[in-house]
């Protein structure tokens, strides 16, 4: 076969889940598939992170732009390499093109009601971009994957998509998130000691941020510890407004935000943290929550969406609606030891479930599939 994917952004510094996806997969397809041949397209940038192989081709096309690049730039440079198949990875694909498609669906989010609190111009462009583009390149593709089983059921209902048109493929983790004992101090560069609660929180509605924060405040206001929260991906004024509003002042000199951390630091942030909130109202996957798993730390997450899924029925579910409920979970993570240890060992026999290598041998065989039909 020869393949194409389309992985645009996956060349940028600051990586977000989907480039990371199919980053690895990308990896995992290079080292176990010398059969077919792979023509990987992606926009100009600083990291590097994929080089050609004997039949692995990367093809550097086009300017950051990304409407531009996917309807234009992209079918251009598929059209002439003659391919049998073209994967877009990340929600959207070219409206125009003449290959058979496959796409990867994380999440249909677009289609659910937009929170009209986001002020972010590059989540809400992204969220008018996907809401033009998919309904009209759906009935082209070959083949939609999705990446939870709650994703799935979600698509099919939804976008009436019948069941022989899907493939549900777990993503994976890098192994590099293992329980590490000498954590080299890189922690230090984001965090002055060890045993904080770790927070991925952005701005992004969904996030669930500031009823965390509300929840942390609650926290502070019992525990005796009262360990400090980092968090990325969050600037001050934002934070300031969530303090403001809730009047949860007790929380400012116990939040650390040192910005975006680098998932390179991020095996020794999840094991120097005393537990990661994972609390997401929704999610379609949730890749920081087996990262953590796998680093051995407890994990408080949602009992929503695709969390239940891949967390297991035996991690810490919470109602993320409820701050009081996150409140107290933390707190006994803190004060009973038995239940810390259990949760631990919970995590870390959960996460063994997931690898990346199963991913790409699945993709593969989707692959496989589409060509043969």
């Not at 020869?2 to 990586?15: H, P, S």
Request: charged share 25%; net charge negative; proline share 5%.
């Amino acid at each position: 076969m020869r393949i194409g994917i389309e992985a645009q952004r996956v060349f940028r510094q600051n990586k977000h889940g989907m480039d990371y996806v199919v980053l690895q997969e990308i990896k995992e397809l290079q080292t176990m598939d010398t059969k077919n041949e792979y023509f990987v397209f992606v926009a100009p940038g600083e990291d590097r992170c994929l080089e050609d192989s004997k039949n692995f081709h990367i093809f550097e096309i086009g300017g950051n732009f990304y409407p531009l690049w996917e309807q234009f730039t992209l079918p251009k440079a598929v059209n002439e390499l003659n391919l049998d198949i073209l994967h877009c990875t990340s929600n959207t694909a070219p409206i125009r093109c003449k290959i058979p498609l496959i796409l990867t669906l994380h999440d249909i989010i677009f289609l659910e009601p937009r929170d009209k609190n986001n002020k972010s111009l590059y989540q809400n462009m992204g969220w008018l971009y996907r809401r033009l583009v998919v309904p009209r390149i759906l009935k082209k593709c070959k083949k939609i994957i999705t990446v939870s089983d709650y994703e799935k059921n979600n698509i099919m209902t939804k976008l009436g998509i019948p069941e022989e048109r899907m493939a549900m493929i777990y993503n994976g983790y890098n192994e590099w998130f293992k329980p590490v004992h000498d954590i080299q101090h890189i922690y230090q560069r984001y965090i002055d000691h060890p045993g904080y609660f770790f927070f991925l929180g952005n701005t992004d509605p969904k996030k669930n941020t500031e009823r965390t924060l509300i929840a942390y405040s609650r926290y502070l206001e019992k525990s005796i510890v009262k360990r400090k929260l980092l968090m990325a991906d969050l600037d001050q004024a934002y934070l300031d407004g969530i303090i403001d509003r809730n009047h949860i002042e007790n929380i400012s000199n116990y939040i650390v935000m040192p910005g975006y951390i680098v998932n390179k630091d991020l095996p020794f942030i999840y094991n120097s943290a005393f537990a990661f909130l994972y609390t997401s109202l929704r999610e379609s996957f949730g890749i920081p929550l087996l990262e953590a798993m796998a680093s051995g730390t407890p994990v408080i997450t949602s009992n929503t969406s695709s969390m239940p899924e891949i967390a297991g029925r035996n991690a810490i579910l919470i109602n993320p609606e409820n701050p009081d409920e996150i409140a107290e979970k933390m707190l006994q993570l803190e004060n009973d030891d038995d239940f810390y240890s259990r949760q631990e060992k919970i995590g870390l026999e959960r996460a063994k479930i997931f690898s990346w290598r199963q991913t790409a041998e699945q993709l593969l065989a989707v692959y496989e599939s589409v060509y043969n039909h």
